[in-house]
């Protein structure tokens, strides 16, 4: 026999952190970072800038060579 009234078994609820808590594991958290050196962090900006530059020039000339062939199909002049 089928009860319908039973309940299924709950879940209990998840209790959110206190203020408190929440800045205690970020605290934590931040002694366990390992902070890049003066010489990596200024290597690191170089790729990363380098990097930008690459495809900074890269998507102009792509976009570039898709004006010209869609001027030259649709016979747009400016």
């Known amino acids: ?14 209790r959110r952190p206190s203020f408190k808590e929440t800045f ?4 934590i958290e931040m002694k366990k970072v390992v902070w890049p050196t ?4 200024s290597s ?4 990363v800038l380098v990097t930008c530059a ?12 898709v004006l010209v062939g869609l001027k030259g ?5 400016l």
């Open 1 to 14: 026999m089928a009860d319908g009234n039973k309940k299924a078994p709950s879940t209990p609820k998840k």
């Open 24 to 27: 205690r594991g970020i605290k």
């Open 38 to 41: 003066k010489k990596e962090l």
């Open 44 to 47: 690191y900006t170089v790729v």
């Open 54 to 65: 690459f495809f900074a020039l890269a998507f102009w000339a792509i976009d570039s060579a």
């Open 73 to 77: 199909i649709l016979g747009i002049t």
